[in-house]
């Protein structure tokens, strides 16, 4: 059974969405659903499964079973490089870039299907829009932590991907920066782009996010508003601690 949110103008489905690492579970029968052009949370507590999903969504792993879908298509066991080609990318927890390049030459290595000049306005444009542009020339490894999660993004926008995954985007950002990263993603997703969100931080949560899932042990046990989220008594038991 698919997450009850789903609908046929969804961008992802999981249906029965399971990872086994030997004896243990880490994804457990997952119905998830990700509108077109919808900001989602995704919560839990440690261990629940969410950097797990994105995993599988992206290719990184391999689905123990269970099916995923893609603007209507079935992606299931599909190689990260094909998921991105299809309009999927994603961040991680900790962002990456290649150190001992410039912001700029970060921004040629995604693999667009489009021609140099086309590449180049594009790159001046994502760095303007993400206030990158005054350290276009500086090393990647120089920049600090707030601005590599932005580069990571912008690399990410340059596919023009219908969804983006964020695996902890307030990870390590001061508070001051977040406020312009929220900003940056609350205007992508309002261009049409769909995002998923995984994040602790329930204030990023509750400002950024119309729909909220919530994971524990591998399964989504709430679907609903921050507000219904927060006020059920299975989220305060598996991740609020009962507060």
Do not use: W
Request: charged letters at 25%; a negative charge.
């Amino acid at each position: 059974m698919t997450d009850e949110g789903a609908t046929t103008g969804d961008v992802l489905v999981t249906d029965g969405l399971t990872k086994s690492f030997g004896g243990i579970t880490a994804v457990d029968g997952l119905d998830l659903s990700i509108g077109s052009g919808e900001l989602v949370g995704l919560i839990g507590p440690n261990g629940a499964g969410k950097t797990t999903t994105l995993n599988l969504v992206t290719g990184f792993l391999l689905p123990s079973g269970g099916m995923i879908r893609f603007n209507g298509e079935d992606v299931t066991g599909e190689r990260p490089n094909e998921l991105s080609r299809r309009g999927v990318g994603r961040t991680f927890q900790i962002s990456k870039p290649f150190g001992r390049l410039s912001v700029y030459e970060n921004m040629l290595v995604p693999n667009v299907p489009y021609g140099p000049a086309e590449r180049e306005e594009r790159i001046r444009t994502l760095l303007a829009e993400l206030s990158l542009d005054h350290v276009a020339e500086n090393r990647a490894d120089e920049i600090s932590g707030g601005q590599k999660k932005l580069l990571e993004l912008a690399r990410v926008l340059m596919l023009d991907p219908d969804l983006v995954l964020l695996d902890e985007p307030a990870a390590g950002v001061n508070p001051a920066l977040m406020d312009e990263i929220m900003e940056d993603i609350k205007r992508i997703n309002a261009g049409g782009t769909a995002i998923l969100v995984i994040e602790h931080d329930m204030s990023v949560i509750e400002e950024l996010c119309e729909r909220v899932v919530v994971m524990n042990a591998g399964r989504n046990i709430m679907t609903g508003t921050f507000e219904e989220v927060r006020a059920d008594e299975r989220v305060r038991d598996a991740y609020l601690g009962g507060t």
